[in-house]
Antibody
């Protein structure tokens, strides 16, 4: 059974940093591209960042470019999102999502999300 | 950036009826890399349709997708109470990937 479990969310002040983690199981993690998608309270879905199986392709939404860094450790079946210079508008539930296989594939499994709240 | 616009915003139908949800892209979606997701309250999204018309694993054939280029449709036949959810379209052809704003489907 595919499982994606996010952690690292919490309440932080604007301008501070946070690191999200996603541990995967039930599939060969190193074969698949992975993504982060967020959802602000009561709002729709927003793609944040994606990374290919070997970290050769990495991309970001304009809203987080230069502030967020995606990475992965295939030996640990883990995906990460380093979030710096956080803003109030970054408040959201952050989902880890597995691509069917390639970077240009839809997302067939999602975690339950990590809640990030940015407030003073 | 490809902007996806979904309509209607809310759809209220009765069990047994057919729902038709629209997703229009601001520019052509390459290779019809357009997917549809269902999200119920408190749950993560679930993939229903990919490449515009292919059903994901385990999705009932009541759900079907169609369209190409800039106009796409998700159809749900024989509506059931459990189909009540928000439905999102998603293009994964061109970065930055984007989602529509969602259509809320209510089953009366």
């Amino acid at each position: 059974e595919v499982q994606l479990v996010e952690s690292g969310g919490g309440l932080v002040q604007p301008g501070r940093s946070l690191r999200l983690s996603c541990v995967a199981s039930g599939f060969t993690f190193g074969d698949h591209a992975m993504h982060w998608v967020r959802q602000a309270p009561g709002k729709g879905l927003e793609w944040v960042s994606g990374i290919s199986w070997n970290s050769g392709t990495i991309d970001y939404a304009d809203s987080v470019k230069g502030r967020f860094t995606i990475s992965r450790d295939n030996a640990k079946n883990s995906l990460y999102l380093q979030m710096n210079s956080l803003r109030v508008e970054d408040t959201a539930l952050y989902y880890c999502a597995k691509a069917v296989l390639r970077f240009l594939d839809p997302f067939d499994y999602w975690g339950q999300g990590a809640l990030v709240t940015i407030s003073s | 950036e490809i902007v996806l616009t979904q309509s209607p915003g809310t759809l209220s139908l009765s069990p047994g009826e057919r729902a038709t949800l629209s997703c229009r892209a601001s520019q052509s979606v390459g290779s019809n890399y357009l997917g549809w997701y269902q999200q119920k309250p408190g749950q993560a999204p679930r993939l229903l349709i990919y490449t515009a018309s292919s059903r994901a694993t385990g999705i009932p054939d009541r759900f079907s997708g169609s369209g190409s280029g800039t106009d796409f449709t998700l159809s749900i036949s024989r509506l059931e109470p459990e189909d009540s959810a928000v439905y999102y379209c998603h293009q994964y052809a061109t970065s930055p990937y984007s989602f529509g704003q969602g259509t809320k489907l209510e089953i009366k």
